[in-house]
């Protein structure tokens, strides 16, 4: 089954590194014009230029201003698929956590996905056909311990893709969220042997996932194939929860 994704653009958010990096590079492999988004304007030029179908856009997502920056991204193009993919930790013990890392974390992971998501789905449903994925966490499913804020804000996240997938639907525009498991990253590398070994033991394929696990899993939810899809949260985690 080939996908071809010619002809659409894509954004993806928080695509500078990690998931959203690949989520990027295999999107445009797919034939999609992707629009590369981070705050960091000199890296995510650069991966638009490896790229080669796309476009490095500076973009704070959790910034005052960001309705007005995606509106301006939209008079220039329709954006076709739309990632939500940026987002933050501030872990801590829930007695000892500060307001401060509750209220960001919830900002940047949540509210920038309302924000963002109302602004491109309008066109969506005009031209009657759009994709929306949401990359929520395996953790938004199970929980974490010291992770209450970012569990919180991914589990908001699935509630936030089911609901949205009711109202926009008739308007062939699906909704469709990514719950990544342990993701082997930078930090995760860092981990020493035993850490490692420990996590990978809970985990039934005994392995951590790799960026391009769930690249692989955007790109098929971004696709024709997937058109009879939508309000589903698409479990990635190797069986770590099942």
């Known amino acids: ?7 659409k653009t894509a954004l993806v958010t928080g695509a500078s590194r990690g998931i959203g990096e690949s989520i990027a590079r295999r999107l445009g492999e797919a034939g999609a014009h992707v629009l590369v988004a981070a705050r960091s304007l000199d890296r995510v030029n650069q991966i638009a230029g490896e790229i080669g179908n796309a476009t490095g856009v500076e973009l704070d997502i959790s910034a005052a201003d960001v309705r007005e920056r995606i509106g301006a991204l939209l008079k220039e193009r329709p954006i076709d698929i739309l990632v939500n993919n940026a987002g933050i930790t501030d872990d801590d013990l829930f007695i000892r956590m500060k307001a401060e890392a509750w209220t960001n974390v919830l900002r940047t992971n949540l509210d920038s996905a309302f924000h963002i998501t109302q602004e491109v789905v309008k066109k969506m449903i005009r031209t009657r056909w759009g994709r929306v994925i949401n990359i929520s966490s395996i953790v938004g499913l199970m929980g974490n311990p010291g992770q209450v804020n970012y569990a919180s804000s991914k589990a908001a996240l699935i509630g936030f893709t089911k609901s949205l997938a009711l109202e926009i639907g008739s308007r062939n ?9 342990y993701i082997q990253t930078a930090m995760t590398d860092a981990l ?10 809970r985990i039934a ?13 955007v790109v098929f939810l971004a696709s024709e194939q997937a058109g009879y899809i939508t309000g589903t949260v698409v479990n990635v985690s190797g069986g770590l929860y099942t």
Not at 192 to 201: F, Q, S, V
């Open 1 to 7: 089954m080939k996908i071809d994704l010619t002809g």
């Open 173 to 181: 525009v699906t909704v469709n969220a990514v719950a990544p498991g």
């Open 192 to 201: 020493g042997d035993d850490a490692r070994e420990k996590l990978t033991e």
């Open 205 to 217: 394929l005994k392995r951590l996932g790799t960026t391009d696990d769930i690249a692989y899993t």
